[in-house]
Nanobody
Framework: QVQLVESGPGLVKPSQTLSLTCTVS??????????WAWFRQPPGKGLEWIGS???????AYTPSPKNRVSTARDTSKNQFTLELSSMTPAATAEYFC?????????????WGKGTRVIVSS
């Protein structure tokens, strides 16, 4: 079974950039038919998709004019990362990294245990 562990700061100040890392074990993240992504769950709310990790290099998008989401993989460390700019208190949540493994007949989701991030001054 794929194992994932999130790491990063538990506290971020408003307007700062959040950086999280997901360390994957038991499988090489470059293995075909393995896909990686980030999610979060604010207190009392449902799970939200944040971004997926590209097959190589990094990618970024701006869900709003003030926010930038960047994801990347570091194959030398078997990790993938997330950066969220312009953090606000509304971004306080449990952050999860996840992996999807596809075979001819199955689709298996694996999740990290999550890391709590609080945005506060």
């Amino acid at each position: 079974q794929v194992q994932l562990v999130e790491s990063g700061p538990g506290l971020v100040k408003p307007s700062q950039t959040l950086s999280l890392t997901c360390t994957v074990s038991t499988v090489d993240i470059t293995t075909a038919f393995h896909y990686w992504a980030w999610f979060r769950q604010p207190p009392g709310k449902g799970l939200e998709w944040i971004g997926s990790v590209p097959p190589s290099g990094s990618t970024a998008y701006t869900p709003s004019p003030k926010n930038r989401v960047s994801t990347a993989r570091d194959t030398s460390k078997n990790q993938f990362t997330l950066e969220l700019s312009s953090m606000t208190p509304a971004a306080t949540a449990e952050y999860f990294c996840a992996g999807l493994t596809l075979t001819v007949s199955t689709a298996t989701n694996n999740w990290g245990k999550g890391t709590r991030v609080i945005v506060s001054s």
